[in-house]
């Protein structure tokens, strides 16, 4: 294995082609890697793939890897959403398919290294003998939230040059003087296995049945008839179908167990208090006391300062100087040292803690 040989993984992409780039100013005998993760030979951005490859010089190869997506995200995707919760498909991708998959392939060819091109950044912490991530210094595009499940291992080997860059002007910039055709290729804001952002026709297809149920309030009263609990998330207000309320219904959380959904006011989703199940610890090897730290609970959300606290079983309560809008089992809350990512775990329905 060559210590100056790095996999970047490349999707046909802005981010990706310029993370190439600059690893090989920077020394680094780079060759890139496509994971094939939902469609035949990734079609179009495959092509831009390869076409940057060949213009930078570097070696190109599309690894299929969509029984590994198959098994581990969309079902985890379906699933969730069976169980009655939220599920974020990219949190589970990285750690479970892109960086294991990537990782693999790098023994593979011979590579030291990996690389993505993530906003974000991972630095070695002497003192402490670990790996830390941090967010990229592009705040506006920081993408540390859904990274927090890598492991040490997955981290040690991981670079990611675009946590380096301030703004994605930038880097459209590094690519058009680099004459990459990719250099003002639009980004991609979908679930990449739901491009048209159909999901429940999707889990129609993955085999999860719709059943009606009721819609009712806090006290249990039925207000009307749901179409399923995975129409409907945590904080919706539009698209209910339920009248004669003398204020606005807002979906304040879904129960698997009796199929219903919960309706109330707005000010009844503000909660101060969570918990997290099957936390993952980056910054230490486990949480033993309360931490003071700040706090995303969304992937845009702001942070927010709170209490996060050990609970036996890879579980952790945490508690918010002021409360949070809309808590949703199955996103996660992701905890910050400043611009250090600590960890974080799923956010577990209510009638669980």
Request: with cysteine; hydrophobic share 35%.
């Amino acid at each position: 294995m060559k210590d100056y040989r790095i996999l970047v993984g490349m999707s046909g992409g802005v981010d990706s082609s310029v993370c190439a780039l600059l690893l090989q100013r920077q020394g680094w005998e780079v060759q890139g890697l496509m994971l094939d993760l939902c469609s035949d030979g990734a079609g179009g951005s495959a092509d831009d793939a390869r076409a940057v490859a060949e213009h930078l010089g570097i070696s190109f190869s599309v690894h299929d890897a969509r029984a590994a997506f198959s098994e581990q995200v969309m079902a985890d995707f379906a699933e969730s959403y069976r169980s009655g919760r939220t599920p974020n498909p990219c949190i589970v991708c990285n750690r479970r398919v892109k960086f294991a998959q990537m990782l693999s392939a790098a023994d593979a060819l011979g590579c030291s290294h990996i690389a993505t091109g993530h906003y974000a950044r991972v630095e070695f912490d002497g003192a402490q003998g670990r790996y830390l991530l941090k967010k990229g210094k592009n705040l506006q595009k920081d993408q540390s939230y859904v990274l927090y499940r890598l492991t040490q291992t997955q981290l040690a080997r991981t670079r990611m040059p675009l946590g380096e860059m301030d703004s994605k002007a930038a880097i459209r910039a590094l690519a058009a003087e680099a004459g990459l055709r990719v250099a003002q290729k639009k980004d991609s804001q979908d679930i990449c296995f739901i491009p048209d952002g159909d999901y429940v026709s999707f889990l129609r297809r993955r085999g999860v049945a719709l059943m009606p149920g009721d819609f009712v309030d806090e006290t249990g009263r039925v207000l009307g008839r749901h179409r399923g609990l995975p129409c409907y998330t945590t904080g919706q207000r539009k698209g209910l179908g339920v009248g004669g309320s003398a204020y606005p219904l807002y979906v304040l959380r879904k129960d698997a167990k009796t199929n219903t959904v919960v309706l109330g006011p707005e000010e009844h989703l503000y909660s101060d208090r969570t918990v997290i199940e099957q936390c993952n610890w980056i910054a230490f090897d486990d949480l033993t006391e309360p931490v003071r730290c700040t706090a995303k609970t969304r992937y845009s959300q702001t942070e927010a300062a709170a209490t996060v606290s050990p609970l036996p079983g890879s579980r952790a309560e945490v508690v918010f100087d002021a409360p949070q809008r809309a808590l949703t089992a199955g996103q996660s809350a992701v905890f910050y040292d400043g611009d250090t990512v600590l960890g974080g775990g799923w956010i577990c329905a209510r009638e669980e803690y």
